[in-house]
């Protein structure tokens, strides 16, 4: 709902894309091609195949340390210049250069603010390299981050980066959680991992968010979304959200006040029937008296000194938006209470 930026760990993001991601690509490329050349013969002989290519041979002496470093580390058993050799005999260079550009340009879209995205199939070796290996592991090795910005990074630095660079406590995605406690943060893709693997690691798809959010049962999970759809880093979605609050039966309405985008965000993050639990019509009407007595303290409370009040709390309490939209309201309910 709120509207975010997530341009200090897109720097680390596209540090790691320059040195990791697109020399692993580009030697992919390279002994593919040999094999069809004829150069190097099936089958091969060596699973470190990968240091003959001239992306490597190229490389400064740092570089090949840490190419060696991720090459030989272990997940689940197997190391990623197992995969690599697994690709290198398996596919032509004509699906790896496909797959490649295909990397560019999902990657282009979503910096672009695009996220209508087609779902392509991508085979189970990539998927793999980009999920176990860059996302799950990578993504939080020191030594890694050591040698690609000379200190530690991990998911904890990028749910802070994140709320400094947002100054926000809450979930951007749903606005009624906090992400305060360091275990009610998750990094959720936008577009997910399992179906979108070659953009896992792009920044504008990755979001900071409250656990229920990127869970299945209650949040999004890993559902792709309808088309057209917005994110978080698009605009203001909040600002779509229109609310109807009900005394009688206490209960919150959300409907959409925006377009169709609007409605799928809506509809892909379950808000309308999460906003209809009595439990946030009972947090929102306790803000909205508490609100009410704040201000009555006021000789007389503007339009103005309401938004001034609400803007400080803003990002730092949940429901803000429901609240903004009820509070007009609230002058009638506290009459009829
Ligand atoms: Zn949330």
């Not at 209809?276 to 909205?288: T, W």
């Amino acid at each position: 709902m709120w509207k975010i930026e997530n341009s200090t760990n897109t720097q680390y993001l596209l540090k790691f894309e320059s040195e990791i991601i697109l020399p692993l690509f580009s030697m992919i490329c390279d002994i593919v091609i040999e094999i069809e050349k004829g150069k190097i013969k099936l089958p091969l002989e060596r699973v470190d195949i990968w240091k003959n290519t001239n992306v490597f041979l190229g490389f400064s002496t740092e570089q090949k340390k840490l190419f060696s470093y991720i090459m030989q580390k272990t997940v689940s058993g197997e190391k990623l210049q197992d995969y690599f050799y697994l690709i290198a005999v398996t596919f032509d260079s004509s699906y790896v250069e496909r797959l490649f550009k295909l990397y560019k340009e999902q990657n282009s879209k979503v910096f672009y603010g695009n996220y209508d995205i087609p779902q392509i199939q991508i085979d189970e070796y990539f998927k793999g390299i980009f999920v176990s290996y860059f996302y799950n592991v990578y993504f939080v090795d020191d030594y890694v981050w050591g040698a690609l910005v000379g200190e530690r990074y991990n998911r904890k630095s990028f749910h802070r980066n994140f709320k400094l660079e947002n100054k926000m406590v809450v979930c951007p995605y749903c606005d009624i959680d906090t992400t305060v406690a360091g275990s009610n943060n998750n990094i959720e893709h936008f577009l997910p991992k399992s179906k979108y693997p070659l953009i896992s690691m792009n920044p504008l798809n990755l979001i900071s968010s409250c656990y229920a959010c990127n869970k299945a049962d209650e949040g999004k999970g890993d559902r792709i979304p309808d088309s057209p759809i917005i994110s978080p880093y698009n605009e203001m979605i909040g600002d779509f959200a229109g609310f109807d609050i009900d005394f009688l039966s206490k209960k919150i309405t959300l409907h959409n006040t925006g377009g169709k985008a609007h409605d799928n965000y809506f509809k892909l993050l379950k808000l309308y029937s999460r906003y209809s639990d009595p439990i946030v019509f009972e947090c929102v009407d306790n803000a909205a008296h508490s609100l009410f007595e704040t201000l009555s303290n006021f000789t007389s409370p503007t339009k103005e000194s309401i938004d001034l009040y609400n803007q400080r709390r803003e990002r730092m309490n949940n429901l803000s938006f429901a609240l903004k939209s009820v509070i007009g309201k609230y002058s009638q309910y506290e009459a009829y209470k």
